[in-house]
């Protein structure tokens, strides 16, 4: 019984094994062989077509990955199709029944590879053609722009402030736009008048579009020419010339920001605002004041938004403009607030939508007004209006630390940065950030990367830092290099140097600059915060709270930070102290 099981078994697996030689017999009578090595061929050099070719014509990468896919897919119907049918002098015929062909007949295998190629070839059309693929979730860098600064073509090369401005109205559009992220006016004029090229641009804006022009300015005829680039391959996306008189301006704005629009393919979730246009002549002065006061030229800027709106009374883009020069300059609070206030009232009465109104009203309420909640309001309303607003997510980074809303704080400094990351002031100030955070290594680090950016660039940071380490010799002659720097005139630095001086046992180098100080405040401003920061440092309790008492009749946006400021910490434990921030504001009645 045994031996007879045996027997079967053997003649079972012998049968296995002549069945497995008679199919792969007859895949090779039937040409798959030749088929699959053909088809491993052809689509190997359709790949590197694909591979190679797409790019040039600006074909998109899913093309070439759907490219593979079908060859893969087509494989295994390949096979079949090489089993099933077989090519004969009367045509396409089923393969059972048919005799084995002779080796010429054989040789036509490649027809087989023919039929294929062509199937796939219109099989990817149709799959290219109606085949839309689902987009995958968005990086941060691919609906992202960086708005370089136009180049002056006008013969007599007296456009700059025209250009500058043209450019930055576009990228105030653009920066309005859901879903593209804008890169701040600051990070990219950085590269205004140097030979980089465009991918250097956008690796260091951490951008994938750039949009460059150039403006011709001849009387009241313009010629406008831009282009967007798509910086990971070099391509041009879209590119236009405009020429019209000087009071089609503003609709060659809104159609380049558009056309901008389209060529990224983003759906515009509203319609673009209706901004409110001033007439031809106060345009032209709203421009030159933007561009003084970009350049930190605010008397030049002041001036020119008051011509403007001597021409416009109701140009809101001046009177946002003045609000903005009033807070950067040199006029003490008590003058310069209420002028800002006023005029930033004005802009936001002719147009709500002006998010850097909005920031500007949130400064002044901050800084000024201390009415925080009011203060935060208009920072969210500044940020909802325009998301890619570098500067309401910077100010507001302000008002939270002040609150000692820490971690708030660094999110809001963080997009700022994120927003504008060639701006040495914003990286900057996530150095002062993490001072007021105590976190003093931190705070090195990050003034570190702004010298990077800018070896000249001013940095008191470095000696207050080294002050908490307490470095004091260290921080004495940091401060001292600063003041040279600053041409001897700053009296925060002159402060900051005194303080030093104070906390390091030197008395007398301390009091003679607050004699220095009190003689400067018979001719500018000087802040009797500063004052106040020294007789802390020298231990003299009365005198500091005088003169606090002093900055709280001036106002001075410093005070913001009473509760955070490092150099008050020898006076917290004083009632007057916790008296003098619960007047501000900064501690809640109980």
């Not at 009367?90 to 490649?110: C, V």
């Not at 409110?276 to 350049?295: I, S, V, W």
Request: charged share 25%; hydrophobic share 45%; proline share 4%.
């Amino acid at each position: 019984m045994l031996s007879k099981q045996r027997g079967l078994d053997k003649a079972v697996a012998g049968e296995s094994r002549l069945n497995l030689k008679n199919f792969f017999a007859e895949l090779k009578r039937r040409n798959v062989y030749k088929v699959a090595v053909a088809y491993a061929i052809v689509g190997w050099l359709l790949v590197q077509i694909a591979t190679q070719v797409f790019p040039f014509f600006e074909i998109p990468n899913w093309a070439v990955r759907l490219v593979v896919l079908v060859i893969i897919i087509g494989f295994p119907i390949a096979l079949i199709i090489a089993w099933a049918f077989e090519l004969t002098p009367e045509g396409l015929k089923r393969t059972e029944g048919l005799e084995a062909r002779s080796t010429s007949s054989r040789s036509r295998a490649w027809i087989y590879v023919a039929l294929i190629a062509g199937t796939l070839s219109v099989a990817l059309f149709f799959l290219g053609r109606f085949t839309a693929p689902k987009p995958a979730p968005e990086t941060t860098t691919i609906k992202s722009i960086a708005v370089l600064p136009f180049v002056d073509m006008s013969q007599a090369k007296d456009q700059e402030y025209f250009c500058d401005g043209i450019s930055e109205e576009i990228l105030d559009a653009l920066a309005k736009v859901e879903g593209l992220r804008v890169v701040a006016r600051t990070s990219s004029f950085a590269f205004k008048s140097k030979n980089a090229d465009v991918n250097e641009i956008a690796q260091k804006l951490n951008v994938r579009n750039v949009l460059e022009g150039s403006l011709r300015r001849e009387g009241n005829r313009i010629r406008i020419t831009a282009q967007l680039i798509d910086a990971h391959d070099g391509f041009h996306l879209w590119s236009e010339t405009y020429e019209r008189e000087l009071q089609g301006v503003f609709s060659v704005q809104d159609e380049i920001t558009r056309a901008i629009v389209n060529a990224l393919k983003i759906k515009l979730a509203v319609s673009l605002p209706l901004r409110n246009q001033p007439n031809t002549e106060a345009h032209d002065l709203d421009l030159k004041g933007r561009y003084f006061l970009n350049k930190r030229e605010v008397k030049k800027a002041i001036d020119y938004f008051h011509e403007a709106l001597a021409k416009d009374a109701n140009d809101a883009v001046a009177y946002a403009g003045l609000a903005e020069a009033y807070t950067l300059g040199p006029l003490a609070p008590r003058e310069a607030m209420p002028k800002a206030k006023e005029a930033v009232l004005h802009a936001l009465a002719i147009d709500d939508g002006l998010s850097e109104a909005h920031t500007s009203l949130a400064y002044v309420t901050c800084f000024y007004d201390w009415d925080w909640p009011a203060a935060e309001r208009e920072f969210k309303r500044a940020i909802e209006l325009n998301p890619n607003n570098a500067d309401a997510h910077h100010w507001y980074s302000h008002y939270l630390l002040g609150q000692q809303r820490i971690e708030e704080s660094l999110t809001q400094s963080k997009r700022a940065l994120e927003l504008s990351p060639f701006d040495v002031l914003m990286t900057i100030h996530m150095a002062w950030h993490y001072l007021y955070a105590r976190q003093y290594d931190q705070a090195f680090d990050q003034v570190g990367k702004a010298m990077e950016m800018d070896k000249k660039f001013w940095r008191p940071w470095y000696g207050l830092i080294l002050e908490q380490q307490r470095k004091y010799p260290e921080a004495i002659g940091q401060f001292q290099k600063d003041l040279e720097a600053a041409g001897g005139g700053s009296s925060s630095t002159k402060a900051n140097l005194a303080h030093a001086y104070a906390m390091s046992g030197n008395r007398e180098a301390a009091q003679k600059i607050i004699a220095e100080l009190q003689e400067d405040a018979k001719s500018k401003y000087v802040s009797s915060f500063d004052i106040a920061v020294v007789q802390a440092g020298l231990g003299d309790k009365d005198q500091a709270f005088v003169w606090l008492e002093k900055a709280y009749e001036e106002r001075p946006s410093a005070l913001v930070y009473l509760q955070v400021e490092p150099r008050f910490d020898n006076l917290r434990s004083d009632p007057r102290f916790t008296e003098l921030a619960r007047r501000i504001g900064l501690i809640q009645q109980k």
